[in-house]
């Protein structure tokens, strides 16, 4: 039931038992004793009056002698009356009531009168005798008369009505009157006659008032009343118990409808027991969602319609850098932002379609920093209305990517131009090579000495080119040492002082007890060199500072991760050289490219500088750091694994330059792909006296090594071969011969090439391009250790 | 004819001095009886009778002008007065028997001795007092509280003042009169002399209007009736027109209650002004305007002895007063009005 139609029950319902209580209370007035005391009041009423109608005869004729009797009647009578009127007042019984209340009030004068005349007269008529008496006495003039007088005045008494006799009187007084001696009788008789002319009229008035009339006429009007009122009262009765179980039936109805709403009641109150406790299981549900959206890595961004943010977890607020109630109600374009690498791709066009999304776009953060992000958008919520846009920060990655692809490429170059060396050092091998001994061939005033000369060193000029593209991929030369970086630092320094500009000056902060670094001499200074030269053209004309330190540092990870380094760069102690100029400095984009081969920010440089000294740290397993800002500089710190005490450097591989001696024996074995080396090791191997036997590819050198071991002094085998490389053969050719002599060549730079036969007994080591005499010493040394 | 020999001689006996035994039933004076009250409202009645406080100043009670003590129930004064020694017009009747009269106060304004007590608590030359001060005092009294809980079961109200007064007032019945003894059958209750005066206070007629236990106050009379009293007496005094104030009928002009004879001789002065100082100048003015007639001395003495006889007992004390002043010469003289 509504409430209200529930109020409007119970107003009803209140009115009714109100109703009822008042029809009860009225039917309760009802004054049954009232019907016999009105009767009992009229009664006494008639009686009173009877009474003073009698009382006032037995006074009027002596026989009663005090008016107490009727004046207490008198007062009864009008209490009577008054009871009466209060009795039946205010049922419509006004004009019988009002008649009676007049008769009584009639009557009561009459008596209150009567009361006043009748003493008067009775004295006056009492009077009268001794008055007649006295008068007789004096004179007996008008005896006769006085004496008639006072018999008939007595005789008035028993006589009241007579007239005759009362005229009689009259005449008797008027006669009398004449006599002033008889002055007073004469008006005692007046008095009499007219006091019991008022007597009789007041007696009249009493018995003729009407009050027994009236009485009755009250009688039958209250009887007609009464009827009335008793049928009203029937009909009140009959009207009360039906209301009342008219109240009942409704309280009846009432109470049954109120059951069933109860009933009903319950059974919703069951069902919404159930719907929230089906509620509070989504809630929990909705609370351990938003506890793990709250604590997910990933960024979670909830947009309504309009693209505005609603929701951002924690990962959201740390991502972004602004706090949740900062982002919320905004756009989400407030956070896209321009980038203007790596990611690629708008939010906004995703943001627009309505179907899920996935992809990269570019974020801005609180602070302004640019983020890429990898992001999928999907739309949520019952109309699909909402999209929920979950990212995470692919910066880094991305970066790492570009990086790897960088080195990758880098690498690529490196293995591209090791590649392109290896080769031309195989050729140029042989040009310098044959050029040598073309030379040597020839007596020196011929005009192709000079010839061959300039052919030599061209060569050499291609060979050393060769050697810096070697030494960028990091296969170069190398003659490993102990060394001091500082002091490597100040005779270099010493050098170039000459070359640097007056204006510039140079700042030395070297370390004094620098740990030893292990390193080619010639590699590092080329290092310095390029260093010092770099910072002597990046200040140019003005005047200008540069800065060199040495000193020692540990390196973590994160440091290593942080700069350009080897792969097999490990955390520890490092020297490191750092070289500051206060020249233009590099942009960023300068410096991502100032390592890659060819890139030169010189008008006449051929790019490899740079590139090269990387190749050069790299072999070392060193590690490089660029600080730069454009106009402010550049410091270039070079990190060198610090050796530890006692540590000693790998083995040294062959002396320079050695004359060529003759008178040798022997068969030599010489294994090489290039037919050009094949040859000029043969004719160098040839005049040093030597028998050569060739072999194009491992398994011909095995074969021919299995025929001729016995004879063979030993062999010169190069590393990289098709079919079986220098490895596998010097393996198989130890089987063959456990104490075979092997001088291995290589384009490759020593440590390069022994690493893999670290633990074997190599005889010796020769670097391509090699000079003859070099081979040759080489070949003396190893092979014919006795003879030298 | 047979009724009318009875009747005349009826009449005969009547008019003829008998001091035989006394037939009550002819009498026209009846002896007093108490009347039937409710003692313990008497009392708080009695109480709030002599209570100042149902004066405006506290210096008023009922006993002040109706001394039921010493002055037989009224005050001896011409006119009684009330607070600040306001006087009135009225001379007080007594408040003995008053029960007994058909009305109170002297042109019977007041139907019931309840309703009369409204005269003197608001009358401004009385208590000059309003009923809801008086009501307010007497409920500050703890013991008036307690009294009226107890008689009436409520609390303290004007009505029920009314009414405790009044019931007290009934208790004021003067029984026991040497002469109400007479008429019981005493012979000897009264002496020769008074009953002679009774005999004259019959035969001269006074017993048309004082007649009754009372002895009168059962009816009106006119002040004037065989002569004219008011020409004599000529004033302008509103009390001078009796129950014409209360009717307003010209009939009831100079109409006055006539007062009780049974405590005459305690309350003079007389007449509803005071205007008659002694009993005997009363009397012969009465006879003069009311019977007409003049009363010799030799009369007037009976008559008064007869009069003494009639003074009751109040709490079984006679209130007869031991000296007949009214006797006495100095109060005998012929030049009363």
């Not at chain 1, 060193?622 to 450097?649: K, Q």
């Not at chain 2, 006993?63 to 600040?84: E, P, Q, R, T, Y």
């Amino acid at each position: 039931m509504k409430r209200f139609g529930m109020r409007a029950h119970w107003a009803l319902l209140l009115m009714l038992a109100v109703v009822a209580l008042m029809q009860y209370r009225h039917l309760s007035s009802f004054d049954a004793a009232r019907y016999a005391r009105v009767h009992a009041l009229l009664e006494r009423v008639l009686r009173l009056d009877t009474q003073s109608e009698e009382g006032m005869l037995l006074l009027f004729n002596r026989r009663l002698a005090h008016f107490d009797d009727r004046t207490r009647d008198a007062a009864a009578l009008a209490e009577t009356e008054r009871s009466l009127e209060q009795l039946l007042a205010g049922l419509q019984l006004a004009d019988a009531l009002r008649a009676l209340r007049a008769s009584v009030g009639t009557q009561l004068d009459a008596i209150d009168h009567f009361k006043r005349d009748l003493g008067i007269m009775m004295n006056s008529q009492r009077y009268l005798a001794t008055l007649v008496e006295q008068a007789v006495a004096r004179d007996g003039v008008h005896a006769q008369a006085l004496l008639r007088l006072n018999r008939d005045a007595y005789q008035l008494l028993l006589e009241p009505d007579n007239r005759f006799l009362k005229a009689r009187i009259e005449r008797a007084r008027a006669r009398l009157e004449r006599d002033p001696a008889l002055a007073v009788l004469g008006r005692h008789v007046h008095v009499m006659l007219d006091r019991l002319t008022h007597l009789r009229r007041e007696m009249d008035t009493a018995v003729h008032c009407g009050t027994p009339e009236n009485v009755a006429l009250v009688g039958k009007a209250f009887e007609a009343f009464h009827a009335r009122y008793m049928e009203d009262v029937r009909r009140n009765r009959l009207g009360l118990i039906a209301l009342v179980l008219l109240l009942v039936a409704y309280m009846a109805w009432l109470l049954r409808h109120l059951h069933l709403s109860l009933r009903a009641r319950d059974a919703a109150h069951a069902r919404l027991q159930e719907e929230m406790a089906a509620l509070r299981d989504v809630r929990d549900e909705n609370a351990v969602l938003a506890m793990a959206l709250k604590h997910a890595a990933e960024a979670v961004l909830i947009l309504d319609e309009s693209l505005t943010i609603r929701y951002l977890n924690a990962a959201a607020e740390a991502l972004t850098g602004y706090r949740a109630d900062e982002l919320i109600g905004r756009s989400v374009d407030c956070l896209s932002g321009a980038r203007d690498q790596a990611c690629c791709g708008d939010m906004s066009q995703a943001l627009a379609d309505r179907d899920t999304h996935r992809g990269e776009a570019a974020l801005v953060t609180k602070s302004g920093d640019g983020l890429c992000v990898e992001y999928s958008i999907a739309p949520a919520g019952e109309d699909g209305k909402r999209r929920v846009l979950v990212f995470h920060d692919v910066t880094e990655a991305r970066e790492r990517a570009a990086r790897l692809e960088h080195a990758q490429r880098l690498e690529s170059l490196g293995v591209l131009a090791g590649g392109i060396a290896h080769d031309f050092n195989n050729i140029l091998t042989a040009v310098m090579g044959n050029a040598s001994l073309a030379r040597r061939a020839l007596p020196p005033e011929s005009p192709a000495h000079e010839k061959l000369a300039r052919i030599e060193q061209s060569a050499k000029r291609a060979a050393d080119l060769c050697q810096q593209m070697l030494a960028y991929s990091g296969k170069g030369a190398f003659v490993l040492k102990r060394l001091d970086l500082s002091r490597l630092v100040r005779e270099m320094a010493m050098l170039l002082d000459v070359s640097i500009g007056k204006q510039i000056s140079l700042r030395y902060r070297l370390s004094v007890a620098l740990p030893a670094i292990e390193g080619d001499q010639a590699q590092l200074q080329q290092v310095i060199m390029n260093l010092i030269t770099n910072a002597n053209e990046a200040i140019g004309e003005q005047p200008g500072v540069i800065a060199l330190a040495t000193g020692v540092m540990e390196v973590d990870r994160a440091y290593l991760a942080d700069s350009i380094a080897d792969e097999q760069a490990k955390p520890g102690r490092y020297v490191y050289l750092e070289v500051s100029d206060t020249g233009c400095g590099m942009d960023k984009d300068t410096q991502r490219q100032m390592f890659d081969p060819f890139f030169t920010t010189k008008f006449t440089g051929r790019g490899l500088g740079m590139s090269a000294m990387l190749g050069i740290v790299r072999g070392h397993h060193g590690a490089i750091r660029v600080y730069s800002e454009p106009g402010d500089g550049t410091t270039i710190r070079v990190l060198f694994p610090a050796l530890a005490e006692g540590e000693c450097p790998a083995i040294t591989s062959a002396e320079p330059e050695a004359p060529l001696p003759g008178g040798l024996s022997g068969l030599v074995l010489v294994v090489d792909d290039e037919q050009a080396i094949r040859e000029l090791a043969c004719l160098i191997l040839s005049e040093m006296g030597f028998d050569v036997l060739q072999a194009e590819d491992g398994e011909r050198a095995v074969e021919l090594f299995r025929a001729h071991h016995r004879d063979i002094t030993g062999v010169v085998l190069d590393m990289t071969m098709p079919r079986m490389d220098g490895k596998t053969c010097y393996r198989e050719l130890c089987r063959i011969d456990p104490d075979v002599r092997v001088i291995l060549t290589s384009g490759y730079s020593e440590e390069e090439a022994t690493a893999h036969f670290k633990g074997k007994r190599l005889a010796g080591f020769i670097q391509k391009p090699f000079s003859p005499d070099a081979f040759s010493a080489l070949v003396r040394v190893a092979f014919c250790p006795d003879a030298s | 004819m047979l009724s009318r020999v009875w009747i005349a001689l009826a009449v005969g006996w009547l008019s003829i001095a008998h001091a035989g035994a006394v037939d009550l039933n002819v009498e026209p004076i009846q002896p007093l009886e108490a009347l039937p009250v409710d003692k313990a409202r008497a009392a708080l009645g009695r109480k709030l009778f002599f209570d100042t406080r149902l004066s405006v100043d506290n210096s008023i009670s009922c006993a002040h002008c109706h001394d039921i003590k010493d002055m037989g129930g009224a005050d001896g004064l011409a006119h009684s007065f009330g607070v600040n020694g306001r006087e009135g017009e009225a001379n007080s009747p007594t408040v003995f028997n008053a029960a007994l009269n058909l009305a109170q106060f002297w042109d019977g304004r007041a139907a019931s001795l309840e309703a009369q007590i409204d005269g003197p608590v608001t009358g401004h030359a009385e208590m000059a007092n309003r009923w809801p001060a008086v009501v307010a005092r007497l409920r500050a009294d703890a013991e008036y509280r307690r009294a009226f809980r107890r008689v009436f079961g409520g609390g303290i109200t004007a009505a029920r003042i009314k009414r405790a007064i009044a019931e007290f007032e009934r208790t004021l019945i003067t029984t026991g009169a040497r002469f109400d003894r007479y008429l019981l059958g005493d012979t000897n209750a009264i002496s020769a002399e008074a009953k002679r005066g009774y005999a004259l206070f019959k035969s001269y007629g006074c017993v048309a209007c004082h007649q009754g236990r009372n002895v009168g106050g059962n009816l009106f009379q006119v002040l004037g009736v065989m002569g004219d009293y008011f020409a004599d007496h000529p004033s302008d005094r509103a009390i001078d027109r009796g129950r014409f104030n209360v009717t307003g009928k010209a009939e009831d002009m100079h109409v006055f209650k006539v007062p009780s004879l049974r405590l005459a001789v305690l309350t003079a002065p007389y007449f509803h002004d005071g205007s008659q100082r002694t009993l005997a100048g009363a009397i012969r003015t009465m006879a003069r305007y009311q019977l007409g007639r003049e009363i010799p001395e030799r009369d007037l003495r009976a008559i008064i002895a007869f009069l003494y006889s009639l003074v009751g007992e109040y709490q079984g004390r006679s209130l007869e007063p031991k000296e007949r002043i009214w006797l006495a010469p100095e109060n005998f003289g012929r030049r009363e009005r």
